[in-house]
């Protein structure tokens, strides 16, 4: 059994406790400095740190119950091998050399026939540079396994701002506070990024005005002070037709665009061809409403935008990164640190990634790549052709595919063939954890090492073990370096310990301004050396130099170079067949009490949460016969969940909001969203499309 956290009123006096610094590894771009308190061994206490810029002494609700989350009852304590069939739940425990040996032996008689046959699957269940891809990179680059794609999240939007501006580089999120006007674009900030939302309010309380573009009235929309809801996918459209108003009322940096951009005759056109209205009706909106925001852009200094991943996640996601990204150049909001973009900052931060993950390791071979947005159709397809050898075993860690990767019908039949050896690692038995042949006990941020970056803004972060690991759990980087040794690898790099790898991560870079893993982890916190206005002068980090309205590549190969207007694969404009069919298009954005699939199982959040719940218009109830809280059918060609109903109209008329990740084994019927969502890729990055999904729904 594991210990459970003590109570408040067992706590001993503050003076007793032993802070330790830490930083939350979750997928989200706040990455907060954190304090936590141990009494005898145990975690007794979790705050935000103080003194850390951007955490200012709060943590989101979430991670708030990290303790809760970390001497679960249900927390995985030793390795498990399977006992029954697959789905069976049926398990039994064994030792670490038991697990250990028979996994490498499985392993070393599929590389012996080929290594490609192996699969690692992994993403963002910790952004830990040292548990994430460091040791297990090199795992399976010595090994010669699959390569993966990780595109599940973030690629397209990734791939569109580096068109344009060079990187994933932008705005120091601090200087929000000193905005006069803010477009939150594809965020609920509230939600996802809420230290973020703290600095919007404060510039708000200075004079501010705060705009939420988004599909749906979300908590963040509704304390805007102006709401554009457009139709899914449309973004790229509307960046355009705010271009073209501004183009039109002259409302233009022209100093800023001679010096500092490139393309901008031919973006000016491409512009001038969406007005208002043509916008407006593509997007769903009154021309009023994109008139109003446009002379907000075009009138207001200094004006940002901070952009976030929702919107890229349909067909065309990364040329509407694009598109958006164009728009600050044009009336030289990069001039103030103020002003500008801020989609990602994780490109102002250097890290050492060869020395990470050591590619060196593959000595020349250059194995397949997977897309991992695709994983049901990798694990059902047969084998031969381009596709190379049948994909034989799958080795999970740091994600939870069959509930959070699309098309999961598909995915769920990968799992669930005998011949797949699959072993992940896990705190709990989650949705994949269940379908594999050994369950491996990995530790949580409480009980390893570890350095982070962030994407949100611009500090390093050292992460300190506060607690021995809880159980017989294990680091990421133990289990890969074990596995190594019993695979018979015999490079030094397999025997780094955690500091090694920590010291490792960070770069020698003037970013890094001659930081050390030995000053951050003393200071537990540091900020990167780069100008808090980094593009005032220019000095874009493309290779031009300039912030490029257009691909050179695609200028030099006659392609069309600009951003482009894609409508969603599934919509009227992509697919008026299926849209007859499924009208309803489907968004599928986190619940506010889960990060992706983490935390469903804290009973306290998924409590708070309630059930899985999907957001119908009232106009689109009325025909189909759903009442208020109703059990309702949402179904499409792939398949069909069951959930409960909420008329509202937050949604747009035509859309549904059914709100993810639960977990299939708390969903009815054993479904979530992913069983609707599909598994083709995004114009750019290779990215999923998440939201670019037609359904309908029935009363159940």
């Not at 909106?285 to 925001?293: F, K, M, R, Y």
């Not at 060869?354 to 390791?361: G, K, M, S, Y």
């Not at 025909?623 to 059918?633: H, I, K, L, T």
Request: aromatic letters at 8%.
């Amino acid at each position: 059994m594991s210990r459970a956290a003590p109570t408040p009123s067992q706590a001993a006096p503050e003076r007793a406790l032993r802070m330790v610094r830490a930083a939350c590894p979750h997928d989200c771009p706040d990455t907060c400095a954190m304090l936590v308190g141990v009494r005898d061994g145990v975690a007794v206490q979790l705050r935000g740190d103080p003194a850390h810029p951007t955490t200012s002494g709060a943590l989101c609700a979430k991670v708030s119950r990290y303790l809760e989350r970390t001497y679960h009852p249900q927390r995985l304590l030793r390795p498990l091998r399977r006992s029954g069939p697959k789905g069976s739940g049926l398990f039994e425990e064994v030792s670490w050399d038991d697990a250990l040996h028979d996994i490498a032996q499985r392993l070393r008689a599929l590389a012996a026939v080929d290594p490609q046959a192996i699969l690692p699957y992994s993403y963002c269940g910790t952004m830990g540079l040292v548990q994430g891809e460091s040791m297990a990179a090199r795992f399976f680059h010595r090994l010669g396994a699959s390569l993966l794609q990780r595109t599940i999240c973030a690629t397209a939007g990734a791939e569109g701002l580096q068109q344009v501006l060079g990187g994933l580089v932008g705005m120091d999120v601090e200087q929000f506070a000193h905005s006069k006007l803010i477009l939150i674009w594809g965020s609920n900030s509230i939600t996802s990024n809420v230290h973020f939302w703290a600095l919007a309010l404060k510039a708000r309380r200075a004079g501010a005005t705060l705009v939420c573009i988004d599909p749906w009235r979300n908590d963040t929309a509704r304390r805007c002070d102006l709401h554009l809801q457009l139709r899914p996918g449309t973004d790229a459209a509307l960046a355009y037709a705010l271009m073209g108003e501004l183009v039109r009322n002259d409302w233009l940096d022209h100093d800023y665009i001679e010096r500092h951009t490139l393309g901008f005759a031919a973006l000016r056109e491409r512009a001038l061809q969406w007005t208002v209205q043509r916008a407006a009706a593509y997007c769903g909106l009154q021309p009023e409403a994109i008139q109003e925001l446009a002379r907000l852009l075009g009138c207001t200094r200094p004006a940002a935008i901070r952009l976030n991943y929702g919107l890229q996640r349909v067909r065309g996601g990364g040329n509407a990164v694009r598109a958006i990204a164009c728009l600050p150049a044009l009336i030289g909001a990069w001039r103030d640190p103020a002003g500008g973009l801020l989609l990602s900052s994780s490109g102002h931060f250097a890290v050492a990634r060869d020395a990470l993950e050591r590619p060196d390791l593959l000595g020349g071979r250059h194995p397949r790549s997977i897309n991992m947005s695709a994983l049901g159709d990798a694990l059902l397809h047969p084998g031969g052709g381009d596709f190379g050898p049948r994909v034989q075993s799958l080795v999970v860690y740091n994600s939870n595919p069959a509930a959070v990767a699309p098309d999961g019908s598909r995915v769920l039949q990968g799992l669930l063939r005998e011949d797949l050896f699959t072993v992940v690692l896990e705190h709990f038995r989650t949705d994949t954890a269940e379908l594999a042949d050994y369950i491996l006990p990995a530790t949580t941020q409480l009980e390893h090492l570890d350095v982070l970056k962030s994407y949100g803004h611009r500090y390093w972060v050292a992460n300190e073990p506060a607690i021995a690991p809880v159980g017989e759990s294990r680091p990421n980087t133990r289990i890969f370096a074990e596995l190594a040794a019993r695979m018979g690898f015999t490079e030094d790099c397999f025997g780094d310990r955690d500091e090694d790898i920590a010291a490792q991560a960070l770069a020698d870079d003037p970013r890094n301004a001659g930081l050390d893993f030995a000053t951050l982890r003393r200071q537990g916190w540091a900020k990167v050396a780069v100008a808090d206005a980094p593009f005032a002068q220019g000095a874009f980090p493309t290779p031009s130099g300039r912030c490029q309205f257009v691909w050179p590549p695609d200028l030099q190969a006659g392609l069309d170079a600009l951003p482009q207007v894609i409508p969603p694969y599934e919509s009227a404009q992509g697919d008026p067949q299926l849209a007859r069919e499924y009208p309803l298009a489907m968004i599928s954005p986190p619940a506010r009490n889960f990060l992706n699939s983490s935390f469903v199982n804290v009973e306290s959040l998924r409590l708070g949460e309630g059930e899985p719940l999907v957001l119908l218009h009232p106009e689109d109830a009325a025909p189909r016969g759903v009442a208020d809280g109703s059990m309702v059918r949402c179904y499409n060609q792939r398949g069909e969940i069951l959930l409960r109903c909420r008329l509202s109209e937050d949604t747009r008329v035509g859309q549904v909001v059914a709100f993810g990740v639960w977990w299939r084994k708390y969903s009815p019927l054993g479904r979530n969203v992913n069983e609707l969502t599909h598994q083709r890729p995004a114009d750019l990055g290779g990215g999923a499309c998440f939201y670019d999904c037609l359904v309908e729904v029935a009363a159940a």
